[in-house]
């Protein structure tokens, strides 16, 4: 009960740092997320406004940016795992946000010489292929930043800390993103529709330039205050450095075992040596970094809860590009589309307070269990507007179907990435966290390349149709999970226990 009472300054005041550093975490965090919040919502609009009629833009974007999370993300996990902290900090901030000014100011050319597609087509579609890059390395820098703050330091930093520090980081931290979430494609949609496109591209790439700085100096305070981050850092290198001297060692002592196997008067056969050549191939096919991240990640205990939350990336249904295009061509004003989007925001930022109070209540797992299902439910809103014949009834079911979903899903996301930290050993934490964001977006990849299959805004049914049906196995997928590591779903002795309880209250009265 005393641990209950417990208030998150109070678990801080007695923390082993400065509260204030955790603040700086939190502040270097929302400027970074500010930025790619703000283009992430944008450069569907962009898209759209570029080559009109057309999913096509916007879909080929979606499917360049997560195609290269999908084939890069297991190696951003390993390189993540090899650096300093530092090393990560200066990476991450300097490609995110070069990367984000270059998109912006292309984009500007672009809005301002309108007819250059008509004019000097392979200029076009090179600008078009700068921006695409662009995109794709912020996005794979961002998730850098994220494997660093999210998957490591927020550990690091709460471990030996009064208990449950953990839980409110991560909700504070989720609840900073949808923060950005909720104000930053407010802000570019008002600028869109009351100023114009050109000056929110170009309000992109202020932004960024002026950020950069802040967010550098934030980090590296919060590096240098806590002394457990530089030591973890210290820790990590020294043991990739002993586990590489020992594959040497091992390395090196293969020779002198099959001089030993040879002296010993045995002729190996041909078989044998056959064998051996293939044992050696494919233990250096292991080694490769993308084949021996995904192992690690199919060793884990957490493998299906991580599976689940990958495939609700599986998904139109959200303020993404595809659905914010769709919504744009259906006659949708950009701002409106943009207090949607913040609206959703607002109810996945209660779902980071709702998570802690439950989490402590009923388990992580139960937490998610009960999460995945209120999200299904709750997306059964867009499928009914499928058969609404209003184009503006229909927008606002979706748009309220997609945001009323987003308290499940963020409390769903907690629980599995809560999962992943307590369950998932130190030494593959970055490895896992880097093969989960790849397969996330190799799902993210399948729909964007559903959008350009299927790019007639008039067919974006079927999209959504294809996305509440990856939902539903999701949540089969959890459930099994739950199932399978508690034997069981309900507390069917406790229902009977209360129910038999009320029973004698009543018979009392």
Same mark, same amino acid.
């Given at each position: 009960?005393?641990?209950?009472?417990?208030?998150?300054?109070?678990?801080?005041?007695?923390?082993?740092?400065?509260?204030?550093?955790?603040?700086?975490?939190?502040?270097?965090?929302?400027?970074?997320?500010?930025?790619?919040?703000?283009?992430?919502?944008?450069?569907?609009?962009?898209?759209?406004?570029?080559?009109?009629?057309?999913?096509?833009?916007?879909?080929?974007?979606?499917?360049?940016?997560?195609?290269?999370?999908?084939?890069?993300?297991?190696?951003?996990?390993?390189?993540?795992?090899?650096?300093?902290?530092?090393?990560?900090?200066?990476?991450?901030?300097?490609?995110?946000?070069?990367?984000?000014?270059?998109?912006?100011?292309?984009?500007?050319?672009?809005?301002?010489?309108?007819?250059?597609? &008509?004019?000097?087509?392979?200029?076009?579609?090179?600008?078009?292929?700068?921006?695409?890059?662009?995109?794709?390395?912020?996005?794979?820098?961002?998730?850098?930043?994220?494997?660093?703050?999210?998957?490591?330091?927020?550990?690091?930093?709460?471990?030996?800390?009064?208990?449950?520090?953990?839980?409110?980081?991560?909700?504070?931290?989720?609840?900073?993103?949808?923060?950005?979430?909720?104000?930053?494609?407010?802000?570019?949609?008002?600028?869109?529709?009351?100023?114009?496109?050109?000056?929110?591209?170009?309000?992109?790439?202020?932004?960024?330039?002026?950020?950069?700085?802040?967010?550098?100096?934030?980090?590296?305070?919060?590096?240098?205050?806590?002394?457990?981050?530089?030591?973890?850092?210290?820790?990590?290198?020294?043991?990739?450095?002993?586990?590489?001297?020992?594959?040497?060692?091992?390395?090196?002592?293969?020779?002198?075992?099959?001089?030993?196997?040879?002296?010993?008067?045995?002729?190996?056969?041909?078989?044998?040596?056959?064998?051996?050549?293939?044992?050696?191939?494919?233990?250096?096919?292991?080694?490769?970094?993308?084949?021996?991240?995904?192992?690690?990640?199919?060793?884990?205990?957490?493998?299906?809860?991580?599976?689940?939350? &990958?495939?609700?990336?599986?998904?139109?249904?959200?303020?993404?590009?595809?659905?914010?295009?769709?919504?744009?061509?259906?006659?949708?004003?950009?701002?409106?589309?943009?207090?949607?989007?913040?609206?959703?925001?607002?109810?996945?930022?209660? &779902?980071?307070?709702?998570?802690?109070?439950?989490?402590?209540?009923?388990?992580?797992?139960?937490?998610?269990?009960?999460?995945?299902?209120?999200?299904?439910?709750?997306?059964?809103?867009?499928?009914?507007?499928?058969?609404?014949?209003?184009?503006?009834?229909?927008?606002?079911?979706?748009?309220?179907?997609?945001?009323?979903?987003?308290?499940?899903?963020?409390?769903?996301?907690?629980?599995?990435?809560?999962?992943?930290?307590?369950?998932?050993?130190?030494?593959?934490?970055?490895?896992?966290?880097?093969?989960?964001?790849?397969?996330?977006?190799?799902?993210?990849?399948?729909?964007?390349?559903?959008?350009?299959?299927?790019?007639?805004?008039?067919?974006?049914?079927?999209?959504?149709?294809?996305?509440?049906? &990856?939902?539903?196995?999701?949540?089969?997928?959890?459930?099994?999970?739950?199932?399978?590591?508690?034997?069981?779903?309900?507390?069917?002795?406790?229902?009977?226990?209360?129910?038999?309880?009320?029973?004698?209250?009543?018979?009392?009265?």
């Amino acid at each position: 009960m005393e641990k209950r009472l417990l208030s998150p300054q109070h678990d801080l005041d007695q923390s082993s740092f400065p509260p204030y550093l955790v603040t700086y975490l939190y502040s270097g965090h929302f400027l970074a997320r500010w930025g790619a919040r703000m283009w992430e919502f944008s450069v569907g609009l962009y898209m759209i406004s570029i080559w009109p009629e057309s999913l096509l833009l916007a879909a080929i974007y979606g499917v360049v940016e997560s195609s290269s999370t999908a084939l890069l993300g297991p190696i951003i996990g390993q390189l993540v795992d090899k650096l300093t902290y530092i090393q990560v900090l200066r990476l991450w901030l300097l490609t995110q946000n070069l990367s984000f000014i270059v998109a912006g100011a292309t984009v500007t050319v672009l809005l301002s010489y309108r007819d250059l597609k &008509a004019v000097n087509f392979s200029a076009f579609v090179s600008l078009i292929s700068i921006i695409n890059v662009s995109g794709a390395v912020g996005v794979l820098s961002t998730l850098a930043g994220t494997i660093l703050i999210e998957r490591e330091w927020v550990v690091v930093i709460s471990e030996g800390q009064p208990p449950g520090l953990l839980t409110r980081m991560n909700s504070v931290i989720r609840r900073v993103d949808l923060i950005c979430t909720l104000f930053a494609p407010v802000v570019s949609g008002f600028i869109i529709s009351f100023v114009s496109l050109r000056a929110s591209s170009m309000a992109l790439g202020l932004l960024n330039t002026v950020f950069v700085w802040f967010q550098y100096w934030l980090l590296v305070s919060v590096y240098n205050g806590i002394p457990a981050l530089e030591e973890s850092s210290q820790r990590r290198l020294i043991s990739k450095a002993s586990s590489s001297m020992g594959d040497e060692t091992e390395q090196d002592s293969s020779p002198l075992v099959g001089e030993i196997s040879g002296s010993s008067g045995k002729d190996p056969s041909t078989s044998s040596a056959e064998s051996n050549r293939q044992e050696n191939i494919a233990q250096k096919i292991s080694k490769v970094p993308i084949i021996s991240a995904w192992k690690v990640y199919l060793e884990q205990e957490v493998l299906l809860p991580g599976v689940s939350l &990958a495939l609700l990336y599986f998904t139109v249904l959200s303020f993404g590009t595809l659905m914010t295009a769709t919504l744009e061509w259906q006659g949708t004003p950009a701002f409106v589309i943009g207090i949607a989007r913040g609206v959703s925001a607002t109810i996945g930022i209660a &779902a980071t307070l709702v998570y802690p109070a439950l989490q402590s209540n009923i388990s992580t797992i139960r937490t998610g269990l009960w999460s995945i299902w209120s999200q299904w439910s709750f997306l059964l809103i867009c499928v009914a507007s499928v058969w609404v014949k209003n184009s503006l009834v229909s927008a606002y079911m979706l748009m309220g179907g997609v945001a009323a979903s987003r308290l499940g899903l963020w409390m769903f996301d907690l629980a599995v990435i809560q999962q992943m930290q307590d369950e998932v050993p130190e030494s593959d934490r970055c490895v896992v966290g880097g093969v989960q964001n790849s397969l996330q977006s190799i799902l993210d990849l399948l729909a964007y390349v559903m959008g350009i299959l299927i790019s007639n805004p008039q067919d974006f049914w079927k999209l959504m149709v294809m996305s509440f049906l &990856a939902v539903t196995l999701s949540t089969m997928l959890y459930t099994l999970h739950a199932y399978r590591v508690r034997k069981h779903l309900i507390h069917r002795e406790k229902i009977f226990c209360s129910a038999h309880f009320s029973t004698r209250e009543g018979g009392t009265e």
